[in-house]
């Protein structure tokens, strides 16, 4: 219920690739951020070509901006591949390294200010506010801002994370997925089989979950305290490439 390893499902930015360096694709089922290569392992692979997203890469790593590919680039954005779980991890620009760096920058300008734009209800007390559009999420109570934003993973393309006002309505800590095979810690039941819950891998990794809120497994808890059944939850917006 929203656990497919692999912050993002999005086709552009973050369209799952085809294999190659044109982009980097989506890792494969199953494997956490853990097991990726160390970046000491995987430096020989580094490519010398330049992507077509080269400049934005370089400019968000604090590189030297001229577009062109050196080793020292290379493997600057080898390494926030391997910490973002997109793979392959041969240093090359491509579309979905891109989405993931233009999101994680629309997450650091939201600041402690994520409702600045009153999307999310302040009239409703305590809520919990996801907005697809930044995969951001946050509680707040009435403006109060209580808790966040922290990074989310929403639903893929065909497994969209429904919008709209709801309420938690079932708890559990040590839920197991007989659907997906898969543990989902700290789950937090608000639309169906949809979810708050803490994931073993990168909230940014593509292409997404089944619909459910992926979290990091400190927020996940965060989350486990402040909530209860009857709480509200607001979700808005549209995910990119979904």
Known sequence: MGVALG?????????VAV????????????????????VSMAASSCTTTAGPYQKQAERFLGRPVDGRQS????????????DHGISPTIGYAGP????VMSLISAQKAAGHNPNAARKCPTNKGRIACVDLTRQLSWVQDGSRLVYGPVPV????????TRTGLKKVYWRNIDHWSTLY???MPYSQFFDGGQAFHSIAGS???????????????GDAKKYWSLLKNGDDVYVYGRKPGT
């Open 7 to 15: 912050l993002a499902g999005m086709a552009m930015p973050l369209a």
């Open 96 to 99: 979905i390294t891109s989405g």
């Open 203 to 217: 909230v940014w990794s593509p292409p997404g979950s089944h619909g459910c809120v992926n979290m990091r497994k």
């Open 181 to 183: 095979k898969v543990a």
């Open 19 to 38: 294999a190659g360096p044109a982009q980097a694709q989506a890792r494969p089922l199953g494997r956490s951020a853990g097991t990726v290569t160390p």
């Open 71 to 82: 080793r020292a680039d290379c493997l600057a954005i080898q390494k926030f591949q391997i």
């Open 153 to 160: 993973r929403s639903g893929r393309d065909g497994f969209e």
